[in-house]
């Protein structure tokens, strides 16, 4: 992208002469000099906002904010700003626009540097809300994000980054469309980012224990959500999990749950289930950082426990 | 200062004043609604800034009405747009504090005190990427002086050497919180100095904001540096129309009333042989034709279509999926 487009640039904390704190920049500053990726001060609200004027002035910025925690410093910038300039000004105003920014429970890194906050953005009118959950949608959906005449939060695994994944090669990719990762007939699970991958690892264990068979669906983009898909597999399979990280009370996911409730309660053979996180800060020790959000063994669990209560 | 420059900011400075007027009595008969901050008082700052400007990207705060006439936008789109009507320059979604025209180089109208300032300087970083010669001027009020976005914005423009002038409408009040209740240093220019040059100039006098403004815009698009203008002025109204302003004094009024920024122009231009009586007679009755001729258009103007509510949201190719 920014080989192709000299208008894409880049600004956060790091991202420059120091490669980034995840690396995720590394070497773009050798290649494309500080003027394009450009180290700012630590003042998150400030760099939504230049992003903004940049966009107003005819670039393509990507504006990243070193992990979501910080990024509540900026809210006012995304909510009051990003989100709503296009429509108060009665579409005089686009922003092509990126923020790009980690989330999730990582390592003991306690409750102010460890969590996911999907559910702040995806509540906004205005705002694309979209996931890169691995390699393949990292590499299409980000070039898909900066593409985008609108403004987008891109949303990406902090322990997601160390891991080996070969891109697939794709013909076209619409981050609008989920993908159907793994078919099956009997229960329908969505997820993404970190939690797709321990429902990945899940799904053998559930299918042995309930001898059923589990489909699986990767959302790359959160709003707009790609209703379509996820009705045309309940309709299939007629049961509904939803697998997210985040704290369980007004989460993204009973989001989704109260839309799959609305739109398809007559297609259902059991209630929807929501796997989330605890309604806790994250802790620092490690036993209970990982009672606090879902792992692998823990959606088998409550899937099997949940498909045995409601006789599948 | 040539005579036509004179001449136009008499006419843009009584554009202004009417119109405001008109949209208080409007606003009285309730053909406008929420929040309407009028800038009668400031009209000097706002007519002689953006006319010494000229081209460059122009942001501002809430009070921007007379801002958004003397860039060029019409008195009928904007009178349209505060009574909410199709008409209107955001088609009746943004109101009074969300007046936007890209193509005149106006980024609003924003109702978040200081959150335009990021924005300006995100703009100037832009422009002098691109390669264009323009630089970008931004307006706040005393109260965004507080704020953190102000200090964030200055250093970044100051670090980035970028062509940002700052202008900082001091009229002493942030809504109802007098400056010296509300901020440690009283001279605000001096919270600038560290960063760029400042300088504190009489925001009612036209002819010294033109003479700032222009010398400004030429230190800031030669050397690619932002500058900083504190301009000591007054709102005649209170806050917005909800608030009774009576927090002011009357002797404070009468100080500031004395040195009418409208009067004083009208004033000075015929004592300095610009324009004569007849001038300002011909302009004046222009003037309330053009605010009558609004208000008759706002009037007559449709409201929004019911599908507008879901317009301008996204842009195509995201609203093809959106449900």
Redesign the interface.
């Known amino acids: 992208m920014m080989e192709r487009d000299e208008?894409v640039?880049i600004l956060g904390e790091d991202v420059g002469f120091y490669g980034g704190n995840y690396r995720v920049t590394e070497g773009l500053y050798a290649k494309y000099g500080e003027?394009r990726v450009?180290d700012?001060?630590i003042?998150e609200?400030?760099i939504?906002?230049?992003?903004?004027?940049?966009?107003?002035?005819?670039?393509r910025?990507v504006a990243e904010i070193m992990t979501v925690n910080f990024i509540l410093i900026a809210m006012?910038?995304i909510v009051?700003?990003m989100a709503k300039?296009?429509?108060?000004?009665?579409?005089?105003?686009?922003l092509p626009m990126v923020v790009r920014t980690p989330q999730g429970v990582s390592k003991q890194l306690a409750a102010q540097h460890s969590q996911s906050l999907e559910r702040f953005f995806t509540s906004v009118?205005?705002l694309?809300t979209m996931v890169a959950s691995d390699a393949t949608a990292a590499y299409y959906g980000l070039k898909k994000a900066i593409e985008?005449?609108?403004p987008v939060i891109f949303l990406e695994h902090e322990l997601l980054y160390p891991m080996k994944m070969e891109i697939q090669k794709r013909e076209s990719f619409d981050p609008?469309r989920a993908d159907i990762v793994k078919e099956g007939k009997d229960i329908t699970v969505v997820s993404y980012l970190k939690m797709l991958h321990d429902t990945l690892k899940a799904v053998p264990v559930i299918e042995k224990e309930l001898d059923v068979s589990v489909e699986v669906i990767n959302l790359h983009s959160l709003n707009?959500l790609?209703?379509e898909t996820i009705a045309n597999s309940v309709k299939k399979t007629k049961r509904f999990v939803i697998v997210t990280e985040e704290p369980k009370t007004g989460s993204f996911a009973a989001e989704v749950v109260s839309k799959v409730s609305e739109e398809l309660f007559y297609h259902l053979d059991a209630p929807p289930l929501r796997i989330c996180g605890e309604d806790v800060p994250t802790p620092y020790n490690r036993k209970l950082e990982l009672l606090s959000i879902p792992t692998p063994e823990k959606i088998a669990q409550q899937i099997v426990y949940w498909g045995r209560e409601h006789g599948i | 200062m040539s005579k036509s420059i004179v001449e136009r900011a008499y006419y843009l400075m009584k554009l202004g004043r009417v119109f405001e007027e008109r949209a208080k009595e409007e606003y009285m008969k309730g053909n406008i609604s929420g929040f309407l901050h009028l800038a009668i008082g400031e009209e000097a700052v706002h007519v002689g800034a953006t006319l010494a400007f000229g081209k460059g990207d122009i942001f501002v705060h809430y009070r921007e009405h007379v801002w958004a006439l003397a860039k060029g936008m019409s008195p009928k789109s904007l009178m349209a747009e505060l009574f909410g009507k199709k008409t209107g320059v955001s088609k009746g979604k943004g109101g009074s504090m969300h007046l936007y025209e890209p193509l005149l180089n106006f980024y609003g109208g924003n109702a978040i005190v200081g959150a335009q300032i990021p924005h300006a300087v995100g703009a100037a970083y832009a422009r002098k990427y691109l390669g264009h010669t323009e630089g970008v001027l931004v307006a706040f009020g005393d109260g965004a002086t507080n704020a953190g976005n102000y200090y964030e914005s200055l250093n970044m423009a100051a670090l980035w050497e970028l062509p940002v002038l700052f202008v900082n409408e001091n009229n002493l009040y942030a809504i109802g919180t007098r400056i010296d209740r509300a901020s440690a240093v009283k001279e605000l220019y001096k919270k600038a100095k560290e960063f760029m040059p400042a300088e504190r100039v009489d925001g009612m006098d036209f002819f010294q904001v033109y003479d700032a403004v222009s010398k400004a815009k030429e230190y800031i698009e030669t050397e690619g540096k932002p500058y900083y203008i504190e301009f000591l002025t007054y709102r005649y109204e209170p806050h917005s129309m909800s608030d009774p302003g009576d927090y002011r004094s009357p002797r404070e009024l009468k100080v500031f009333h004395d040195k009418d920024p409208v009067e004083f122009l009208k004033r000075e231009g015929i004592k300095r042989g610009l324009f004569d009586e007849n001038f300002v007679k011909e302009i004046d009755e222009r003037v309330e034709e053009e605010i009558e001729e609004a208000v008759k258009f706002a009037l007559e103007s449709p409201e929004p279509e019911d599908a507008e509510l879901f317009t301008d949201i996204f842009c195509e190719v995201c609203t093809d999926v959106v449900p």
Request: aromatic content about 4%; overall charge negative.
């Open positions: 208008t640039v003027k450009i700012t001060p003042a609200n400030s939504v906002g230049n992003a903004i004027g940049m966009a107003l002035g005819g670039l910025p006012d910038q009051n700003q300039l296009r429509y108060m000004s009665g579409g005089k105003i686009e009118p205005g694309i985008l005449d609108d609008f707009p790609d209703m």
